[in-house]
């Protein structure tokens, strides 16, 4: 199971490096004009199975953890394990699924004071309209955090649903632009249905395949696989903002697999193609292994107009 901080925080981050990409192979809003505006700058995080530390930015990694602050459990009455009995009084432990220094993701936006995001979810489904696990969101100082980080082992849940459950994974924050995909504006995708299709015949690629993207990112589109369902804030009342996605799938093929991961030719060339294939030796370690329903995901989103930043989050699969 995913565990928090392992070790006092003596060890040295190790340094994060965007995965090289291939160039989207046509002008977005030159071929499709109506989209003109809606490129969004989108960090891809490209989660690896790894060995992450309390100090690295990861996915299911261990944290840096407050020694004052007792680490999370969750006792909802309403979480349950998939064909168990509901689960019985004594809390579950919270699993990290996301650890973010500022410094690794230059295009997230940090409240004031903070530069460190956490978050941790109940592995347990929760009755609360969602069916999913239940998360909590952190925003951290990492000066004040390490000067009395806690040791050793956090807690671990007593009972969880495998499909909640990270394996550590280190990223690799990539910037990007992308376009959207489920998020057209009502009735441009009917309208530009033909086109698309005509691209494809034309060109040998899909507008959704090279210019969308389905992958845990931070920022861009959430990566929706159902329609989308955008929270308003409780407190203001505006939309909110997509802070990251976390999601089942990683692009093992196309213009979003890093050309770092692909298979080489029989010449010894990498393909820079949308085309290209991942190299199967390297697939084992694709991704936190997590299959959030059915190939779902889970998005969080914030509002940055009201105090304290309050969050919330969607699921879907």
Request: proline share 14%; with cysteine.
């Amino acid at each position: 199971m995913p565990s928090g901080p392992t070790q006092p925080d003596t060890a040295q981050a190790r340094p994060t490096e965007p995965r090289p990409l291939a160039p989207i192979p046509f002008d977005v809003e030159a071929v499709f004009p109506e989209l003109t505006g809606t490129g969004r700058e989108v960090t891809l995080l490209y989660p690896r199975a790894g060995q992450p530390g309390p100090r690295d930015s990861s996915i299911g990694g261990p944290l840096l953890w407050p020694a004052d602050e007792p680490w999370p459990m969750c006792a909802a009455p309403d979480h349950y394990k998939p064909l168990a009995p509901p689960v019985g009084p004594e809390p579950v432990a919270m699993v990290p699924v996301v650890q973010l220094y500022a410094r690794d993701v230059p295009g997230l936006v940090f409240p004031a004071g903070s530069d460190l995001l956490q978050i941790l979810w109940c592995p347990l489904v929760h009755e609360d309209g969602q069916y999913a696990a239940n998360p909590r969101l952190h925003w951290r100082c990492t000066e004040l955090t390490a000067a009395d980080a806690a040791a050793g082992e956090p807690p671990r849940p007593h009972t969880a649903e495998e499909d909640y459950l990270p394996r550590p994974c280190t990223v690799s924050p990539t910037q990007a632009v992308e376009y959207p995909n489920w998020d057209l504006a009502e009735g441009l995708g009917k309208l530009l249905d033909q086109r698309f299709e005509a691209l494809q015949e034309e060109r040998g690629f899909d507008y959704f395949e090279v210019a969308t993207t389905q992958q845990s990112k931070i920022g861009g589109y959430p990566g929706w696989t159902q329609q989308p369902d955008w929270p308003d804030c409780t407190g203001c009342g505006a939309r909110m903002e997509h802070l990251l996605s976390v999601t089942a799938s990683e692009p093992g093929t196309g213009r979003w697999l890093p050309l770092d991961d692909r298979d080489s030719a029989q010449d010894g060339t990498i393909p820079s193609s949308w085309r290209a294939e991942a190299d199967p030796v390297a697939l084992d370690a694709f991704g936190h292994s997590m299959v959030l329903g059915d190939l779902g995901g889970m998005y969080f989103f914030v509002c940055r107009l009201c105090p304290d930043t309050p969050y919330t989050h969607r699921y879907d699969c």
